[in-house]
């Protein structure tokens, strides 16, 4: 079954669905609610007989929907009968009848055709169906705004009840409401209406009447409170609340209130942080900033212009020449790190120089030390990084982050130059640029993925193109390193087709590479490949913008290293 992907909650779902829908019987009914007293359809409680013209003749328990009122006399009312004829009618003789918005919207369409198959309509009657067609649009918009509603609250529901996200409790309850759907019975109209809600699209009137929203509120107030007297401790019960809310809770709510005034929560956990010396402490205001930077760019703005980086940087240099180095620390204080530099805001020079080439080699070492696989002990964790994996991560966005101030003397480089080996920092970089992956799966992406951009070299390609910017860092790379990298650029040419962003980046990398090494590796294959290249605009005619610098390209490479020319 589909659904059991989702932490076998269907069980559970099940049980929260009695929220929203009774079981009479053996057929499940939408809960659906009363229409409201503008557009309430009515029922007649005694027989009438139309005394002049405009009046509306009926019997006992004849059912009238309610037009616009077009007279200052509230003892009379517009309506129509089912039957399409309309008129005004006593309102003394009249009471609200019971039916749900669903079964009025069937009644509205029914006399929407009984009028269309009417020869002689009234002279009135394009009045009569416009406003019947505006009441079955505000119905409509009624009954979106439950099933929202519903669903929200259902979704609240579930997760409060289980372990999961509030992304996952939507995908549940979703996968079991179709399972239900298309092998257990047949879903009434309500309950497809939910299985059609945009969850994106929810209000914020809707989210803040939820059970996470008062149950924020209280833990933010509190942190808050706390946070303005830096003498009082924030009790761990309250960080331990606001990490399972950030890693669990609905994004939207908070967003919502770590905007709010200018971000003072986020600039309170940054303030905290520093203040705070218990590991036991800190470590759950590191988790919930590593989770809260990444729901906005606006809040890695924010923590990069703040005392966070270097704070981090300080932090992660004392535990990494410590004695006893605490492995847990070091681990959050680079991802957090790594999150904060994921922006297109360059550090001050003061940042520069506290996250320069000593951290650097610090990130190096760890890489190089750690010859195991040492897992976090986090077990919330989905991504499951190693200590050694976080600072490569750790290392790309510094060398992507340095890049944005200047392309020369970037402390990355200048730092593996003085080096004479880095077998397990070219290891890593190789398998990272080996995975046949999209631009988008770029691994420090996986921080900023709201601000992805497709033109943006990948931060591996980067790197990369960094090492054999120079013969000092392109040693690093033995000759049977290079030859596995010459293979995978050989295959990227390749594989990818004109205008591909990955292959344009090969092609740049191959062409450092031939700059500071001079290769002969499978070089007659590469002739072909740029052969290919150059000749492709003239066979596919209209050269986009990236088709046309991959020939520009080519034809550099052919004017520095004329043998290609003749090899092709």
């Not at 996968?175 to 969850?199: A, C, F, S, W």
């Not at 004392?318 to 550090?347: F, M």
């Not at 293979?487 to 004109?498: A, E, F, M, N, S």
């Amino acid at each position: 079954m589909i659904f059991f992907r989702y932490f076998s909650l269907f069980d559970k779902v099940l049980s929260v669905i009695y929220f929203l829908f009774r079981i009479p019987g053996t057929s499940i009914h939408f809960q659906d609610q009363p229409t409201t007293d503008q557009q309430k359809m009515l029922r007649a409680m005694y027989d009438f007989q139309a005394p002049y013209e405009g009046t509306l003749s009926f019997v006992e328990n004849d059912l009238f929907v309610t037009l616009k009122r077009t007279n200052k006399d509230h003892e009379w009312v517009h309506v129509i009968k089912l039957n399409g004829e309309n008129g005004y009618a006593p309102a003394n003789y009249l009471t609200v009848a019971t039916c749900s918005k669903i079964e009025e919207i069937k009644h509205i369409d029914d006399i929407l055709k009984r009028i269309a198959c009417k020869r002689s309509p009234g002279r009135d009657q394009a009045s009569v169906i416009e406003n019947l067609k505006e009441s079955r649009r505000k119905l409509e918009k009624e009954l979106e705004h439950l099933a929202a509603k519903q669903m929200y609250e259902l979704t609240s529901l579930v997760r409060h009840n289980t372990r999961c996200t509030f992304q996952q409790a939507q995908g549940a309850i979703l996968e079991t409401l179709k399972y239900l759907q298309e092998n257990v019975l047949h879903i009434p109209d309500g309950i497809e209406r939910i299985l059609n809600t945009d969850t994106d699209q929810i209000s914020m009137e809707i989210r803040r009447g939820g059970l996470d929203s008062h149950h924020l509120d209280r833990v933010v107030g509190l942190i808050m409170e706390f946070a303005s007297d830096q003498e009082t401790d924030v009790p761990e019960e309250t960080w331990n609340e606001m990490l399972d809310l950030t890693t669990h809770a609905d994004r939207a709510l908070l967003i919502a209130a770590l905007e709010r005034h200018d971000c003072a929560l986020l600039l309170q956990l940054v303030h905290r942080l520093q203040a705070e010396t218990s590991w036991r402490k800190r470590r759950p205001i590191l988790a919930i900033l590593f989770h809260a930077l990444q729901l906005l760019p606006t809040f890695v703005n924010v923590a990069i212009n703040s005392v966070l980086p270097s704070e981090l940087a300080r932090d992660i240099q004392a535990i990494g020449t410590a004695k006893d180095i605490n492995k847990d620390r070091i681990y959050w204080s680079i991802r957090v790190l790594t999150v904060t530099l994921c922006c297109q805001e360059p550090l001050s020079f003061a940042q520069q120089n506290e996250l320069g080439e000593n951290l650097i080699a610090l990130l190096v070492d760890v890489l190089e030390t750690e010859s195991v696989s040492i897992a976090t002990s986090d077990e919330k964790d989905q991504e499951c990084l190693t200590i050694t994996s976080a600072a490569m991560h750790l290392i790309l966005a510094l060398h992507r982050q340095f890049s944005l101030v200047s392309s020369e003397n970037n402390p990355v480089l200048l730092c593996l130059a003085n080096r004479s080996m880095c077998d397990s920092l070219i290891e890593k970089i190789l398998l990272l640029y080996n995975r046949e992956v999209l631009i988008l799966d770029d691994p420090i992406k996986q921080y900023v993925g709201h601000q992805n951009d497709d033109n943006q070299t990948d931060s591996v390609s980067s790197l990369m193109r960094g090492l054999f910017s120079g013969a000092e860092t392109a040693k690093l790379f033995y000759t049977a390193d290079l030859e596995v990298l010459l293979d995978v650029i050989l295959r990227r040419l390749t594989d990818y087709g004109p205008g591909d962003k990955r292959r344009s980046d090969a092609l740049q990398l191959y062409h450092a590479i031939l700059r500071v090494r001079s290769p002969v590796y499978k070089k007659s294959d590469f002739a072909k490949c740029l052969k290919v290249i150059r000749e492709e605009s003239d066979k596919l005619g209209s050269p986009s913008t990236a088709m046309q610098q991959d020939h520009h390209k080519v034809m550099q490479i052919y004017h520095e290293f004329p043998d290609f020319l003749e090899m092709s």
